[in-house]
Each structure stands twice: as structure tokens, then as C-alpha cells.
């Protein structure tokens, strides 16, 4: 089955403890994406990437990192997580570009204390 | 700057009872124009993309259309399985797609 998938689920942890979401896309995808989504603020790009080692901010970068190792994982990784991080986090992969249309994952509900 | 809003924010239906929902687009260039369902605690799952002015796509119950300057998303004889957020989003020149922040339709038997 075609999918994204993201780990983990949900996440509770501690403010400036480090912590990674990992995105996996088995649809041979080259262009992956993550968004957050916060209650009336809609879908926010934070970093895509058009393919592998190749990764570039979106409209929200600042305390996320990701990298592009291999085509088929994008993690996330928020090096020092502060509470305003907190949010629902989701990661999108399509064939060449959004144009195509996206296959979301199932999302990760971060809280960060 | 590139732009989608949505209308209304929430929606309240009858089973049975016809209704649009709105999506306005200030999109540079724009390429395709997306709508997604997002069922509570789910990734958005796509419905529909519409490329030019005059086209229209169906699905089931769901019928999307596009003008110049606006989608509606068209929900005839809805039932309450079509309850969710239903998210409209622009792809322009910039290859970036902006959401605009949703519709929630609940529909009561």
C-alpha cells in the first residue's frame, strides 16, 4: 500500500530535550515536505525537499532541522523544542513537486512542556 | 502575496441538505487548485485538483468547480460519513502550496 509514514504518533517531552519524527514515503517520491497545523493558522510549510541532499525552508524553519539522507526518509529534528513548538506535525511527499497533489502521513501531536 | 481563504469556517447540515462551501484564491501562476479531507486526528487525503477556469470534477456526492477567482466544493444529499474538515490549497509559480485554513462541515441524521 502507497503510504507515509510517520513515527511517533504522539510525543509528549520536555522543553530543550532534543527529540526527531521520523517520515518514511515507499512511492518513490522525490519531493517530501513537513507541515505544522495549528487551530486557525491552517497548514504551515516548515522545510521541503525536491530531492536527496537537497532540502530548502519553507515558511516557518526557524528551530526545526531536517535532512534528506536516503529518497524515501525525511526526519525532522528539533533540536531544542520550546512549548510555542507544540503543535500537530505532519509530512507530505509527492511525485516531482506539490503540484502534483500530496499523500499525507498520519501526523505526530507533539507537546512540549 | 499568494493567498487562500476559506468560507464558511464551520458548516452545519442536515442529512439530505444541499450546500457549497467556498474557497477564494489570490494564487500567482496558479497550476492546480487542491481540496483535501481531514478527518479529526488524520493527515488531510486528497480529493480533487482542478487546473483551469470551467473545469469541474466529481466524486460521489462531492462536486468541485473552478473559476478565475474561486472553488466551491458542491455537497448534494450529504450524509453524516461526509463530516470532516475539508481543506482548499493553491499551487502557483512559487511550486508552493498555500492552505487555506478549512472548512469544518458536520452533517446530522
Known amino acids: 500500500e502507497a503510504q507515509v509514514t510517520q513515527n511517533p504518533r504522539y510525543l509528549i517531552t520536555v522543553t530543550g530535550k532534543k527529540l526527531t519524527v521520523t517520515c518514511s514515503q515507499n512511492m518513490n517520491h522525490e519531493y517530501m515536505s513537513w507541515y505544522r497545523q495549528d487551530p486557525g493558522l491552517g497548514l504551515r510549510q516548515i522545510y521541503y525537499?525536491?530531492?536527496?541532499?537537497?532540502?530548502d525552508k519553507g515558511d516557518v524553519p526557524e528551530g526545526y532541522k531536517v535532512s534528506r539522507k536516503e529518497k524515501r526518509n525525511f526526519p525532522l529534528i528539533l533540536e531544542s523544542p520550546s512549548p510555542n513548538q507544540t503543535s500537530l506535525y505532519f509530512c507530505?511527499?509527492?511525485?516531482?513537486?506539490?503540484?502534483?497533489?500530496?499523500?499525507f502521513g498520519s501526523g505526530t501531536r507533539l507537546t512540549v512542556v | 502575496e499568494d493567498q487562500v481563504t476559506q468560507s464558511p469556517e464551520a458548516l452545519r447540515l442536515q442529512e439530505g441538505e444541499s450546500s457549497s462551501l467556498n474557497c477564494s484564491y489570490t494564487v500567482s501562476g496558479l497550476r492546480g487548485l487542491f481540496w483535501y479531507r481531514q478527518d479529526p486526528g488524520k493527515g488531510p487525503e486528497f480529493l480533487f485538483t482542478l487546473y483551469s477556469a470551467g473545469e469541474e470534477k466529481e466524486k460521489e456526492r462531492l462536486k468541485a468547480t473552478l473559476t478565475k477567482k474561486e472553488s466551491f466544493l458542491h455537497i448534494t444529499a450529504p450524509k453524516p460519513e461526509d463530516s470532516a474538515t475539508y481543506l482548499c490549497?493553491?499551487?502557483?509559480?512559487?511550486?508552493?502550496?498555500?492552505f487555506g485554513t478549512g472548512t469544518r462541515l458536520q452533517v446530522f441524521p
Open positions: 490549497a493553491g499551487g502557483g509559480n512559487t511550486d508552493k502550496l498555500i
Open positions: 507530505a511527499s509527492s511525485d516531482r513537486g506539490p503540484s502534483d497533489g500530496y499523500t
Open positions: 525537499s525536491m530531492n536527496v541532499e537537497v532540502t
